[in-house]
């Protein structure tokens, strides 16, 4: 799995108007992407990874400080620009693979105690943050794929 994780003052997440989820403090927004053999085990090491990275203030997580987490299915993180000028997304999950992963990232974002708020998978969504610092890392389950 692949997720890129930003620091935010404040994230939200809508779809046609309705707002799903709202956070006006501080909290991290991961952009969640997988691939067709990840699986539930690599979702729940992503929920780990993100629920303790020290990227809040002071070298926080947001474990430590009961910051909540907005998460976003993103399968364009797989999607690939490296030939061409339009990206290709062979590499990304379809959705019955890619939704039961994503739902196990907040599933086990909440079972470390995160507050959890989500969009909606497979859905025109608008995401709304203000980046705090900014601070923005990748992370990938594959060994070797990010620094």
Not at 73 to 97: C, E, I, M
Request: with cysteine; proline share 4%.
């Amino acid at each position: 799995m692949r997720v890129v994780v930003q620091r935010a003052s404040q994230a939200s997440v809508s779809v046609a108007g309705d707002v799903l989820a709202r956070f006006d403090e501080p909290c991290l927004v991961a952009l969640v992407g997988a691939t067709h053999d990840d699986t539930l085990d690599d979702a729940r090491a992503v929920a780990r990874k993100i629920a303790h990275l020290r990227i809040l203030r002071d070298e926080r997580s947001v474990v430590d400080v009961d910051a909540p987490v907005l998460v976003i299915s993103q399968f364009t993180l797989y999607g690939d620009v490296r030939k061409g000028r339009r990206p290709t997304w062979n590499a990304a999950a379809k959705g019955h693979v890619a939704q039961p992963l994503v739902d196990e990232v907040i599933t086990a974002l909440q079972g470390e105690g995160v507050r959890v708020g989500a969009g909606r998978f497979g859905a025109d969504m608008a995401v709304a943050l203000v980046n705090d610092g900014p601070v923005t890392v990748l992370h990938d389950t594959r060994p070797g794929a990010d620094g």
